[in-house]
């Protein structure tokens, strides 16, 4: 499960980087989430930085979930 989580946390950061990469390289932040979610569009840079902040925290919850069930390391 940790392990599980804890790539789910990696997907949003790489998405949400991947959005402010492109941003400032293209003048687009486009992702594959991004493109998914028509909601997002004319939103994309906040988006991005959103994923990357909800990936690391997704991210830092998995470690938390690995410790509450003596998987830590």
Not at 6 to 34: H, K
Not at 37 to 55: D, R, S
């Given at each position: ?14 998405q949400g980087v991947i959005a402010l990469a492109t941003y400032l ?17 004319g939103h994309e840079v906040f988006a991005g930085i959103v994923l ?22």
């Amino acid at each position: 499960m940790k392990h599980l989580i804890a790539f789910i946390g990696f997907v949003l950061t790489a998405q949400g980087v991947i959005a402010l990469a492109t941003y400032l390289l293209t003048g687009e932040a486009r992702s594959f989430l991004l493109k998914r979610i028509e909601v997002l569009h004319g939103h994309e840079v906040f988006a991005g930085i959103v994923l990357v902040v909800l990936g690391v925290a997704v991210m830092a919850a998995s470690d938390a979930v690995g410790r509450g069930r003596g998987e830590g390391h």
